[in-house]
């Protein structure tokens, strides 16, 4: 079985500050994963992934993911938040094989407030 | 954002009644998914096709569920009988091919069953 976990539902930070979302993953094999952002009233949207190699990975809009085997984490950072950046993000396990085996985390929702 | 589109983008249906809703892949993507998220962003997988061939679907679509994905037509998701427990977000999403995990996602059809 596999399964993620994203610790915080809601996370306020000052715009301008840096951000770190939480994420560790569950899965005894080798895991693909995915950080998606869903602004509101929109759908899914991929910011990046991990398949191997190089564990810090770059995404759009600033966003950087490390993946850690040890600690089955991976965790999205993103050095200055911007107001633009209020969504929910989720972290995605998937299985080798078919994408129907993909795992959502329950997502976490980022509050950008004024510094 | 996203190429694959979803249309309506709001749907309210009576307990009862048939819903429908449809998407358009983003182009060259043979592979569509459909996935229902709860308000407690839950997600979870529906069916998937193949160009046209269903690949995998879950008990709760083969009963009151029904898709297609005719060539040259959108595909298409519909429940025969809405409840109100059906109530969500459903969020179509397109692939290169089965093995290619990245989706891309739709905006998506809020349903509500009253």
């Known amino acids: 079985a596999q399964s993620v976990t994203q610790p915080d539902a809601r996370v306020t930070v000052s715009e301008g500050a840096s951000l770190q979302l939480r994420c560790k993953y569950s899965y005894s094999g080798t895991p693909y994963l995915f950080w998606y952002v869903q602004y509101p009233r929109q759908g899914l949207q991929l910011l990046l992934k991990?398949?191997?190699?190089?564990?810090v990975v770059q995404g759009v809009n600033g966003f950087e993911a490390e993946f850690s085997k040890s600690n089955s984490s991976f965790h999205l950072r993103k050095a200055s938040v911007h107001w633009s950046d209020s969504a929910v993000y989720f972290c995605v396990l998937s299985s080798t094989g078919f994408a129907s085996a993909l795992t959502f985390g329950s997502g976490t929702k980022v509050i950008p407030c004024l510094p | 954002n996203s190429k694959v589109i979803q249309t309506p983008r709001y749907l309210v249906k009576g307990q009862g009644q048939k819903a429908k809703m449809r998407c358009i892949p983003e182009?060259?993507?043979?592979?569509v998914f459909w996935y229902q998220q709860n308000k407690n962003n839950e997600f979870k997988f529906l069916i998937n096709?193949?160009?046209?061939?269903?690949?995998?679907q879950i008990d709760m679509t083969e009963k009151r569920f029904s898709a297609e994905c005719p060539s040259n037509s959108p595909c298409s998701l519909e429940i025969q009988s809405s409840e109100a427990g059906d109530s969500a977000l459903y969020l179509c999403?397109?692939?290169?091919?089965?093995?290619?995990?990245?989706?891309?996602f739709g905006a998506g059809t809020r349903l509500s069953v009253l």
């Open positions: 182009k060259g993507h043979p592979v």
């Open positions: 991990y398949y191997s190699g190089d564990p």
């Open positions: 999403a397109s692939s290169l091919s089965q093995g290619q995990n990245t989706l891309y």
């Open positions: 096709f193949q160009n046209q061939e269903v690949l995998q």
